[in-house]
């Protein structure tokens, strides 16, 4: 009887010490550590040398985003040890699920992780890859790979939380997009509105004064420069011509200033003249609107003579008739050397009557 006791608990310590060895073989040492020849090396997925293609990939990395999808990032699990079902070690933690994932990106949107830094090397994530940890907290994921190649262990860097599980997400390549987005939107506004603005300053002119002086001040100067780059003529010749031109002006203008001397009437020129201003019926002085005193015509009304008292009336060789103090203030006051009648803008010579 006790022999058959001895030999139940033999053998259970048997299954347990190969169970332990197992656990301890497939967990604790390297998983890829050759026992057949301890002298080689480990072949892990970190030190095996990459591809050509994966290396190209590797480099172009941060210059192209990667796929929209998230995926977890961790491998698979291995099964379950003999020592593990056997209860003698604890079980790893089950892997997130998807709803469980959901509400961890959620109270990572919530305090705003993506768009703060990583808080590895404190620089924006831009297009950079990013990973999502299950205790919310967001790095780049080659930061993260160097702080676990670092540390020798996994444990956040920031909650120490141990261990964790992995996700690959891109919020900040979204949001860094959007501001680019917004950025060129708001470049491009601003340009449409500066040329429109240019286009207005330069149709619509101003109500201030003094803006309105430039705006004609550089209106002029650019017809200028137009008709200056359009003239396809000698400067000097061009001058030259306007000298003749201006030369000849001088001299018609000198003509008809010679022939508006008249000769001046005869005393029987000047007697047909007061002949056509007695028919015509002038009575009032063009320049002052009184009577005036013409030889041989009765006056008008009994303020007449009160009128006429020290003013003489001229006649001029154009038959037009003037008080005489009328005709001299307008003499001084015209700016012209050889004045003109009022009326008819003619030259003459005056008669005293």
């Not at 994932?101 to 705003?112: D, E, H, N, P, Y």
């Not at 620089?123 to 080659?142: T, Y």
Request: with cysteine; net charge positive; glycine share 2%.
């Amino acid at each position: 009887m006790a022999t058959r006791k001895d030999s139940k608990l033999s053998s259970r310590l048997v299954i347990t010490s190969v169970a332990l060895q197992d656990h301890i073989t497939k967990n604790l040492l390297e998983p890829d550590f050759l026992l057949s020849n301890p002298l080689l090396t480990f072949k892990s997925k970190g030190h095996t040398i990459p591809h050509a293609r994966e290396r190209r990939n590797r480099r172009d990395a941060p210059q192209r985003l990667e796929e929209a999808r998230e995926y977890v990032l961790d491998p698979t699990p291995p099964p379950l040890t003999l020592a593990q079902r056997m209860g003698l070690v604890a079980s790893p933690p089950e892997r997130l699920s998807e709803d469980e994932w959901t509400l961890v990106k959620a109270r990572s949107v919530q305090q705003r992780e993506s768009e703060q830094p990583c808080a590895i090397c404190r620089e924006p994530f831009c297009l950079q890859p990013q990973v999502l940890l299950s205790c919310s907290h967001v790095f780049h994921r080659a930061c993260l790979q160097a702080f676990e190649r670092f540390s020798g262990r996994k444990r956040c860097p920031m909650c120490r939380r141990e261990p964790y599980e992995t996700r690959v997400i891109h919020d900040a390549a979204r949001l860094f997009q959007n501001q680019c987005a917004a950025r060129i939107q708001a470049f491009w506004r601003g340009y449409v509105t500066r040329k429109w603005y240019g286009n207005i300053r330069r149709t619509v002119c101003p109500k201030d004064k003094h803006l309105r002086r430039k705006f004609f001040e550089a209106k002029l100067q650019e017809l200028s420069d137009s008709f200056v780059r359009r003239c396809h003529i000698d400067v000097e010749a061009f001058l030259s011509d306007i000298d003749l031109s201006l030369s000849s002006s001088r001299r018609v203008f000198r003509q008809l200033e010679s022939k508006k001397h008249v000769p001046e009437p005869q005393e029987d020129d000047w007697e047909r003249i007061q002949s056509q201003v007695t028919q015509r019926g002038a009575s009032d002085c063009p320049i002052c609107l009184m009577a005036l005193r013409i030889p041989g015509a009765a006056p008008r009304s009994s303020g007449f003579k009160l009128h006429q008292r020290g003013r003489r009336s001229v006649l001029l060789s154009c038959s037009h008739l003037f008080h005489q103090v009328c005709l001299d203030a307008f003499e001084a006051f015209t700016a012209d050397r050889i004045p003109a009648c009022p009326l008819c803008r003619s030259t003459y010579h005056k008669k005293l009557i």
